[in-house]
T-cell receptor
Framework: GAVVSQHPSWVICKSGTSVKIECRSLDFQATTMFWYRQFPKQSLMLMATSNEGSKATYEQGVEKDKFLINHASLTLSTLTVTSAHPEDSSFYIC????????????FGDGTRLSIL | GESVGLHLPTLSVQEGDNSIINCAYSNSASDYFIWYKQESGKGPQFIIDIRSNMDKRQGQRVTVLLNKTVKHLSLQIAATQPGDSAVYFCAETEAGTASKLTFGTGTRLQVTL
């Protein structure tokens, strides 16, 4: 089945640091990838839709200057949390679909971000 | 629907019994529904999906039922096993949204021996 790889799986850094998370589709091309955020014991909240070769589409309330998304190829999207602060600590998950429309998304294993 | 609250509802089931996990959705325009399983510290894993032109779909040990009239979705797991213990999420999307998903609040399934 479709495999989505996310890296790193876990990162701890100091407040004010910028952190980059990578999401790769390993065996298929993804024109669209999605970035979610999940707090403990809560559901996934969509942050943004990453579009290959164009600007990302952000959900309401998500700061695009805070969460920079780059989707430069059909197999890689990156999320950069700029000047991270403790309130940015969360579980970040990406997903990708192998096609457009009604196709199941496949998820990476997430990145646990802890800001000290 | 949106996720609210800090505590996931929990369903406790004895090993070997059948499990039924329910989900209500609010968007009548949604036409594609997916169930995901999420184990601790991992991303959601696809289980089964169903389109709005169907009311039932079966997989291996799992069945999804869709009732569009009352906007209700359920996941049935037959002969529940300890490995089924996880959090289960329903997700929905509507046509033209390039598979943008809205997740339900989730249900924790605990399988007891």
């Amino acid at each position: 089945g479709a495999v989505v790889s996310q890296h790193p799986s876990w990162v701890i850094c100091k407040s004010g640091t910028s952190v980059k998370i990578e999401c790769r589709s390993l065996d298929f091309q993804a024109t669209t990838m999605f970035w979610y955020r999940q707090f403990p014991k809560q559901s996934l909240m969509l942050m943004a839709t990453s579009n290959e070769g164009s600007k990302a589409t952000y959900e309401q309330g998500v700061e695009k200057d805070k969460f920079l998304i780059n989707h430069a190829s059909l197999t890689l999207s990156t999320l950069t949390v700029t000047s991270a602060h403790p309130e940015d600590s969360s579980f970040y998950i990406c997903s990708a679909g192998a096609g457009s429309g009604n196709q199941p998304q496949h998820f990476g294993d997430g990145t646990r971000l802890s800001i000290l | 629907g949106e996720s609210v609250g800090l505590h996931l509802p929990t369903l406790s089931v004895q090993e070997g019994d059948n499990s039924i996990i329910n989900c209500a959705y609010s968007n009548s325009a949604s036409d594609y529904f997916i169930w995901y399983k999420q184990e601790s510290g991992k991303g959601p894993q696809f289980i089964i999906d169903i389109r709005s032109n169907m009311d039932k779909r079966q997989g291996q040990r799992v069945t999804v039922l869709l009732n569009k009239t009352v906007k209700h979705l359920s996941l049935q797991i037959a002969a529940t096993q300890p490995g089924d213990s996880a959090v289960y999420f329903c997700a929905e999307t509507e046509a033209g949204t390039a598979s943008k998903l809205t997740f339900g609040t989730g249900t924790r399934l605990q399988v007891t021996l």
